[in-house]
């Protein structure tokens, strides 16, 4: 019933800017935080970033470096990635995560969108 739908991903040079979109739907109660995670060629999944539903409180990989910035419209329940000064290094797939701690706890992945930038 829930789906995630990621959108935004492509192929871009190293330095330039992409944003990524996702829009949950489906029977989610009450969403604790939205975010991203990715899986370059060869590697583990590892976390980008994410914004909680309320405060909003964000966290962000090291290796992000100010370069991203997470942003979430919660009655869309929507939640953006913008990517700037991209690297080579930021290839992969990257993965809409939603996550519940209240209520219904749950944890729910998209199928994800290709970013590929080369140098």
């Known amino acids: 019933q829930v789906q995630l739908v990621e959108s935004g991903g492509g192929l871009v040079q190293a330095g330039e800017s992409l944003e990524l979109s996702c829009v949950a739907s489906?029977?989610?109660?009450?969403?604790?935080?939205m975010g991203w995670d990715r899986q370059a060629p060869g590697k583990q999944r590892e976390f980008v970033a994410d914004?909680?539903?309320?405060?909003?409180?964000?966290n962000y990989a090291e290796f992000v470096e100010g370069r991203f910035t997470i942003t979430r419209d919660d009655a869309l329940k929507t939640v953006y990635l913008q990517m700037n000064r991209l690297k080579p290094e930021d290839t992969g797939v990257y993965y809409c995560?939603?996550?519940?701690?209240?209520?219904?706890?749950?944890?729910?992945w998209g199928q994800g969108t290709q970013v590929t930038v080369s140098s």
């Open positions: 995560h939603i996550r519940g701690d209240v209520g219904p706890k749950y944890d729910f």
């Open positions: 489906g029977n989610l109660f009450s969403i604790s935080a």
């Open positions: 914004i909680s539903s309320g405060r909003p409180y964000r």
